[in-house]
């Protein structure tokens, strides 16, 4: 047979789309997108057939290598996952999940037209950060306050309203990388002010500050250290010394705070980080924080502090390209207002947070015998974790928690059950230690005892593939920042 014949004996686009296993997926994803994705395939064939690979190629062919593509394109991507890692703040899980009034207060914004830029009682345009503004306000006992996109955004833009143009001082400990494309000094050569950088990496001084102020420094910025900790000879300078210096030259004093906590958490057993009013009262000009790391709400970027700042930001034009949605800021009303009533421990983040290692303990065990009638030739144990605040908080502090290990013959490696479990539906993310799977309890939510069951009946009955135990899969836990 010569390449022609061969490529003759690909089935028609015609005969595929008639075929009702095909026709099925015409109501998920649509018939054109349907087309779209057997004709990729059918081309993938033709060039084997170019290649001299195969005789022939039948319809079931197509539709063999074309059925997984069109069943994922049928199934929604973005969806809830079992976080069973035990690090709270989970940057690839979607950090923090919102209270139950947060997310009542998100579904009746985006099902209804709402109050988002207008004044009822004057009938006219009002602010759509008002809402939140006055409570920011009250919690950090700040003058002003200001709502964008996520915190990166929020330092951009202070960065791009305050300095542009000018210089901006900054402790060489703390030109920090945040995560994938966040790192300060890059930041502040994107807002259009210049970088001076003054002390060493683990020893920056008041005089080092002083004396890299010129007529053209706009202001000190402090940037916490979110993901990392120096330990040994190091100094920094306070917040109270730099408010000093800062007033004595006239120029700004920013802080990127990062995790944005509003409360002391030192009663938890996390302490050292400072909160938002604490910068606030130590004569911070303006701090800025994420709203969905230690604040447990919707991603947003806050900025607090003296009004004028505040007011230049807000009529700043990048502000606009930063804006929050509606849905968000119903989020964060939602969540700033259980603040408000001392009504925090209803947040996930710090519920868990807070969670004792007795709470925990009992909750692992009730897990320990639910997995066990789910799956009896497994080997669980109750067993110590440790579990991690994550989201840049806290980076040296590792909590005492309690999960469950697992293993069992027929699943491999560590690595693979985690896979397993990755695929499984609903799909759980685990840990692991050694050769076992670990699901760490603290972060588990109300019903995930029940997911996690329910995953292992997918994997054990449904899909009915435990037993394969290649292992080319290795732990891939993704970056939790
Ligand atoms: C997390 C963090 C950011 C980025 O905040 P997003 O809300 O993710 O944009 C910036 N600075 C610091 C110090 C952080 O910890």
């Not at 969806?79 to 998100?106: F, K, M, Q, W, Y």
């Not at 009002?126 to 006055?134: I, K, M, N």
């Not at 700043?316 to 930063?322: D, Q, T």
């Amino acid at each position: 047979m010569d390449a022609k014949e061969r490529l003759r004996s690909l089935p028609s686009m015609d005969v595929l789309l008639g075929l009702p296993v095909v026709e099925s997926f015409f109501s998920t994803i649509g018939r054109e997108t349907v087309k779209y994705v057997l004709s990729e395939t059918l081309d993938l064939f033709r060039q084997e057939l170019r290649e001299g690979k195969g005789e022939g190629v039948s319809a079931e062919s197509v539709i063999a290598r074309a059925l997984p593509l069109l069943t994922r394109r049928g199934e929604y991507s973005l969806i809830p996952v079992v976080n069973a890692t035990g690090v709270v703040i989970h940057t690839n899980l979607g950090r923090s999940c919102l209270a139950a009034d947060a997310v009542e207060a998100v579904i009746s914004s985006a099902r209804s037209y709402s109050t988002l830029e207008f004044n009822l009682e004057e009938g006219k345009r009002g602010l759509r950060t008002d809402h939140v503004e006055w409570l920011l306000c009250r919690i950090t006992g700040a003058e002003a306050g200001l709502v964008v996109n996520n915190n990166a955004g929020a330092v951009l833009l202070a960065l791009a309203a305050l300095c542009r143009g000018k210089e901006v001082i900054v402790s060489r400990g703390e030109l920090v990388e945040i995560g994938g494309s966040f790192r300060i000094p890059e930041i502040i050569a994107f807002s259009g002010a210049r970088l001076v950088e003054v002390g060493a990496t683990n020893r920056t001084h008041l005089r080092d500050y002083k004396n890299a102020i010129t007529e053209n420094t706009a202001a000190l910025l402090k940037v916490h250290p979110s993901n990392f900790r120096m330990e040994g000879f190091t100094a920094s300078v306070s917040r109270e010394e730099l408010a000093a210096l800062a007033e004595e030259y006239g120029v700004r004093f920013i802080e990127d705070l990062g995790s944005g906590t509003l409360l002391d958490l030192s009663k938890y057993g996390l302490a050292g980080e400072p909160t938002v009013r604490e910068c606030i009262q130590r004569g911070v000009h303006l701090v800025t924080f994420s709203g969905d790391k230690m604040l447990g709400g919707p991603q947003i970027g806050g900025i607090v502090g003296k009004k004028p700042l505040v007011d230049a930001l807000r009529t700043y034009p990048l502000s606009r390209a930063l804006r929050v949605d509606k849905m968000t800021l119903a989020a964060l009303e939602a969540t700033l207002r259980l603040y408000l009533q001392g009504r925090e421990g209803e947040i996930p983040t710090h519920a868990m947070l807070s969670a004792g290692p007795e709470t925990l303990k009992s909750k692992a065990q009730r897990l320990l015998e639910r997995l066990r009638r789910e799956c009896p030739a497994g080997r669980f144990s109750l067993t110590e974790v440790e579990d991690a605040v994550g989201g840049g908080a806290f980076p040296a502090e590792k909590m005492e928690g309690w999960g469950v290990s697992f293993s069992a013959d027929g699943w491999g490696t560590a690595g693979n059950i985690q896979r397993l479990l990755r695929t499984a539906k609903p799909a759980v993310v685990a840990g692991a230690r050694a050769n076992e799977a670990l699901f760490h309890v603290r972060t588990l939510l109300d019903g995930d005892e029940e997911r996690i069951a329910a995953a292992f009946r997918y994997i054990l009955h449904d899909r009915g593939d435990a037993g394969c135990t290649s292992s080319s899969h290795t732990a891939d836990m993704p970056d939790i920042r």
